[in-house]
């Protein structure tokens, strides 16, 4: 027991010592290193010097003796005038006149303090006497710890900014001497004497208070920041609730038994299932968890987002490329949409028209997206304003650039669309990204709007980045195809020169009058074959078309359809004459091109229908099968880019051929598909009427429709 004894007071002495080097540590660093222009400087290293003595006492002389607890007297009036300096040197003189009587009732209580200690330790005065005095003392501990903490906090919270960044190391310090000194005093009272750990612990707690003095007096100290992540703050508010919890359930075991009889065991179970119930129902649950998050953000934060977190996230989650993973475009809605904890996105890009059209998803198969996702008058609003739109401020009448007129009925309508967000890059429009609601209710604010801006815009960048890596490799990979067709045109040019010879020498030369005749009939349709073979293959390198004229789309069509019936049903739905201006040769090509593309992608028993219609200015001939269909991104960054194909073995030229064929004859080619239901090829040309009364070509060939292509 005497060894025992023995090691507490070693670890008593150890801990005051440590206390004494601390505190006397720190007075050194602020007497040398200090800044001498502030106010309290001298009252923070007279009360370190003071506890420092404290801790001296309490190594030679014990913690209880009255030496101890004088010298720590005197550093509390040390730390009201270190107070005092810092109220005049926030420069609030008007705020003086009020804090000064409180100020000299903390002094006069503190002085009461030495005079009660005193009777205290008088041995002529009976065991009550004493108790009573031992009681006054932590009454007026717990009086002085309340009064400094009020004055802290009317110093801080009423502080300019400036002034907090320069005394938050000092009100720390101090309100954690005083708290400390509180908690003590009060446990005291209400033991009837001092708790010894929490006595012992006093001077090395004291001592850890100087070195905050004395780096918030440092220079260098107010860039010192204690900043917790906010990982950090919601696994404590997690384990706080939590403790709260097992604190409710103890109080409420402990107090029911008082009741007696069958009522208070029967209360027990059901208070004790009911909250293990609570509980299982409640930790698990996504909304409990982003309801605290967001309650944490809003209360204890300047802002509501980890800007360095969310910077590494949004990076790690756009440089995840590699086989296998998801293409740039769904990257960029995940990155954008954990900002704000969306569950799902949509991306959608603007095509040639400037229309909007849905180009990736993330998470969200189920929301319908028409072929059109948004007029050009909400792209060009976007692209104007680098607007983020909150569709619950739309849906309420609330707009800010006449937003409400451009958004189309289907994100008005659906209710889990959340917000628009633009990807503009150098003033133009790369995108825009539809965010769904995040499944914590809120609205969005200055801070949402800001972050969405400045993300939108590094995802488009990344966007434009892509866009022109492809447009460098379409154009090597033009390159090099054409410098392959140069040869294979110039090698047949050299074969079909060699067979119309050939055929002229066998007219004059051949001695057999049906050997001659069959001999040309063969050569000159090869040299035909040949010749047109050419001809086909100059338009890669030149102009595709060059002679327009009046088409009959419905006839066009029918000779289409009559073409394939053999091996596929092909029908035509609709035969009204529309005349057109175009090419017959390059717009039966594309017929040819679209039709066979739906063939291969349809069952043999499923039909492939042509319909012509006209409508405005223009005539159209739709292709339209109930195949295996294609996805939007496919449709939007494959389909009609050269060298991609989905076929096996296919070169990936012919839809491009097709819509460039389309463009020189001033018209466009638009796809609506969707996977799983068939796909919808539109080939729209103006009409002949039309172009004509805009100034189109007059010649002989627009009075009379083309029979044949």
Known sequence: MSGLSGQMALGVIIVWTVGALLSGGALVWMWQLGDPARPDRKPLAMASALACAACVFGVTLGPEDASAALALMARNLALIAAIYGMFSADGRAASLRPIRPVMIALVLVQLCQPLVLGLELRGDIP????????????????????????????????????????????????????????????????????????????????????????????????RVQFAPSRAVTFRTLSLLLVGGYLALMLLVAKFLPLIGGDFARTAQVVFIGLAAGGVALALPSPRLRGWLRVTASKHLFEHRYDYREEWLRFTRTVGRGGAGSASLEERAVKALADITESPAGLLLMPNEEAQLELTARWNWPTIAVPAIAGEHQLAGLLEQHNLVVALDEARSGIQHQGEI?????????????????????????????????????RRLDWEDFDLLRVAGQQLASYLSEQAGQQALMDASRFDDFNRRMAFVMHDIKNLASQMSLLAANAE???????????????????????????????????????????????????QVADRFRVGHNVALTRETSVHVIGNPEALEQTLVHLVQNAIDASEPDSPVYLDVTAEGLYGTVEVIDAGCGMCPEFVR??????????????????????????????GRVMVESREGLGTRFSVVLPLADAARLLGGREDADLNSPTEAA
């Open 127 to 222: 065991p009550i006497v004493a108790a009573a005095a031992f009681d006054v003392r932590l009454l007026i501990d717990m009086l002085l710890a309340i009064g400094v903490l009020l004055m802290l906090h009317n110093l801080y919270a009423g502080a300019a900014g400036g002034s907090r960044y320069l005394m938050r190391w000092s009100v720390i310090a101090l309100a954690g001497i005083f708290a400390y000194d509180l908690n003590l005093a009060t446990i005291a009272y209400l033991g009837g004497e001092y708790p010894l750990l929490l006595r012992d612990l006093r001077g090395v707690f004291s001592g850890l208070m100087s070195v905050l003095f004395a780096l918030g007096m440092s220079p260098a100290g107010p």
């Open 405 to 441: 007129a451009c958004l189309p009925e289907w994100l008005m309508e659906a209710e889990d669309v959340w917000a628009l967000v633009p990807l503009a890059h150098f003033d133009r429009l790369v995108g825009v990204i539809v965010l769904a609601r995040p499944r914590t209710p």
């Open 508 to 558: 004059k030369h051949a001695e057999n009058p049906a050997f001659r005749a069959d001999m040309l009939v063969t050569l000159r349709n090869s040299a035909d074959k040949l010749s047109a073979l050419l001809a086909r293959l100059g338009r890669y390198g030149s102009s595709p078309v060059n002679d327009l004229r009046k088409i009959d789309l419905a006839v066009l069509a029918r």
């Open 637 to 666: 960054t494959g389909l009609f880019k050269p060298f991609v194909s989905s076929k096996s073995g296919g070169f990936g030229i012919g839809a491009f051929e097709a819509r460039e064929l389309v463009k020189a004859m001033g």
